[in-house]
């Protein structure tokens, strides 16, 4: 897709630090340059975000994020991984193409990634009846 970052990434109009890639799939450095180890994972066919991801698609990414984070463990002496993934601008998302972060992580590396979130405003019951699927 014309004016995306991350589709000049994948075309090798702007380079990356490749970490791994296949057919479907790009996996590199987020240049962030916030956390040692900053992954993104992106498949090379456009969607906007999960919302709008092909099944296949989506497979196809699951498996690159399984793989790259098993060498991370296996491979490099990391202890655990975070993977997060924000889905439209209200959620945080500033490339509108599908990605996940990888973050690598140790023993008591000092890194808190979990959200702290602002406590819930309605009864779990409310919410359930608002959420819940069929
Ligand atoms: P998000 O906020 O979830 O949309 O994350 C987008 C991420 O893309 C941010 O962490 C940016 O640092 C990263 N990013 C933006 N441009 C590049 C680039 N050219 N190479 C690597 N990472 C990038
Ligand atoms: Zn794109």
Excluded: W
Excluded at 68 to 95: D, F, M, P, R, T
Excluded at 116 to 124: L, R, S, T, V, W
């Amino acid at each position: 897709m014309e004016n995306c970052i991350f589709c000049k990434i994948i075309n090798k109009e702007i380079p990356c630090y490749k970490i791994y890639e296949d057919e479907y799939t790009l996996a590199f450095l987020d240049i962030a340059k916030d956390v040692d180890g900053h992954t993104l994972v992106i498949p090379k066919k456009h969607c906007t975000n999960i919302l709008d991801a092909d099944e296949e698609t989506i497979n196809h990414l699951m498996h690159t994020i399984q793989l790259v984070s098993n060498h991370y463990i296996n491979k490099c002496g990391y202890a655990g991984i975070n993977i997060l993934n924000n889905n439209n601008a209200c959620a945080e998302q500033s490339v509108m193409h599908l990605h996940f972060h990888i973050i690598p992580r140790n023993e008591n590396d000092q890194i808190y990634v979990y959200p702290k979130f602002p406590g819930a405003k309605y009864p779990i019951e409310d919410t359930l009846k608002k959420l819940k699927i069929n």
